[in-house]
């Protein structure tokens, strides 16, 4: 009795992993990448200055900036990256208008305060963070932290100031410029004169992420559109099917009633996966999808290793359960280190690499982690729901011919 209680529980589990599969795919759906969904492709130059030359240091502290402006604002499965000595692309998926996006990766973004002759009194390196927010009177702004330093430098100005005008600019626009009521003494102080908080953030992001080495110039803007992308997703979808039905035919003509089980167990885990993908916003991409069918195959793999391993013990006489316990047994280990090595690469590949390539290592890697779960788990509790029917108990199951 408790062993039936159990297996309920487990198929009970499985459903419910199932239905919540479902829901994250349906609620959130799959993100798509540039190459798949189109987006924004500019190109910068970098401007060298009257102290400054262009140089490779010059070059990587601009990609860095760029990288964490692009990372602040949410903008996913960026590719980011140099095209010549001064020059740098950037690829940006789900952007519509390369002009806005230009607007906040490609700003020089040097902030400074200014008194009304417009001498320069404090610079943004003195800020070590900042934030959009909402004042006492509910008014959208950017409150910023000033370093020690940036603090005691702050408060000596607002004291020689007090009744005059401060300016705050962004590169040579003016945010506010404000009338010193009290010296400030704190920390933190407030850019009022947003009329919304997303464009006090769009600010929070270029001051808190710091300013470029040099200015920048764009040299080339497009929208990328997803034409290309369309056709790939279909003749992916088309090619994947077809071997996924394909497969399906080999492993119910080869091992009958199992590898009907074996077709479901993948269903199941396809809907898992996408579930998953769904779940973690990662970002599809045509090498992601090459990821999703490279794992799809280590998912059927998984199986044959272990239909072959309860083969091999059902042709040494022993009954069926006993031979389904001893065939996930000798597989468990042999489908660890397979999917544990090709695991460590996609990590490998995901940690040193970007772009495309990464999202290829993170979907494999994803697809990876799903198949082992129903390897493991997904198989052993179906085919133990129908150990004892005679689908399971006849010659020919798994594979094993009569009189074997």
Do not use: C, W
Request: aromatic share 8%; no cysteine; charged share 20%.
């Amino acid at each position: 009795m408790r062993y039936k209680q159990r297996r309920t529980l487990k198929l009970l589990f499985i459903f419910a992993i199932i239905a919540f599969s479902l829901f994250l795919y349906y609620n959130y759906g799959i993100n798509l990448g540039l190459d798949l969904q189109g987006g924004a492709h500019i190109v910068l130059q970098a401007q060298p200055t009257d102290d400054r030359e262009i140089n490779d240091e010059v070059m990587s502290g601009i990609v860095s900036v760029i990288e964490r402006r692009v990372n602040q604002l949410g903008l996913s499965e960026p590719i980011i990256q140099r095209e010549s000595s001064d020059r740098i692309i950037v690829e940006l998926p789900a952007v519509d208008s390369p002009n806005e996006a230009i607007d906040t990766i490609g700003r020089t973004a040097v902030l400074t305060f200014r008194n009304s002759n417009n001498d320069i009194l404090l610079t943004g390196d003195f800020i070590k963070d900042a934030r959009a927010d909402y004042d006492e009177y509910g008014r959208p702004v950017v409150s910023f932290t000033l370093t020690n330093e940036g603090s005691n430098k702050f408060e000596n100005i607002t004291r020689e100031y007090i009744g005059r005008k401060i300016g705050i600019y962004l590169d040579d626009e003016l945010l506010t410029n404000p009338t010193v009521q009290t010296v400030i003494t704190k920390d933190k102080a407030n850019i009022t004169g947003y009329q919304s908080v997303e464009a006090a953030e769009k600010h929070a992001v270029l001051i808190r992420e710091g300013s470029l080495p040099v200015p920048v110039k764009v040299v080339e803007r497009r929208s990328v559109g997803p034409t290309l992308g369309k056709i790939s997703i279909k003749k992916s979808i088309t090619a994947g099917l077809i071997g996924l039905l394909l497969v399906g035919i080999y492993m119910m003509f080869y091992y009958r009633f199992p590898g009907v089980l074996a077709a479901v167990i993948l269903a199941i885990y396809g809907l898992i996966l996408m579930g998953t993908l769904a779940g973690l916003q990662a970002i599809l991409t045509l090498p992601g999808i090459a990821g999703l069918i490279l794992s799809i195959g280590m998912a059927v793999d998984a199986n044959i290793i272990i239909f072959e391993r309860i083969k091999d013990e059902r042709k040494s006489g022993k009954t069926l359960k006993a031979a389904i316990d001893a065939g996930f047994k000798r597989a468990y280990r042999t489908i660890v280190d397979a999917n544990v090595t090709t695991l460590i690469t996609a990590l490998i590949l995901a940690y040193f690499t970007s772009g495309t390539v990464r999202g290829f290592a993170v979907t494999l890697g994803i697809g990876v982690l799903v198949s082992m779960f129903t390897a493991f788990f997904v198989t052993k509790n179906i085919i133990d729901l129908f150990t004892n029917t005679a689908l399971l108990n006849s010659a020919a199951a798994f594979g094993v011919r009569e009189g074997r």
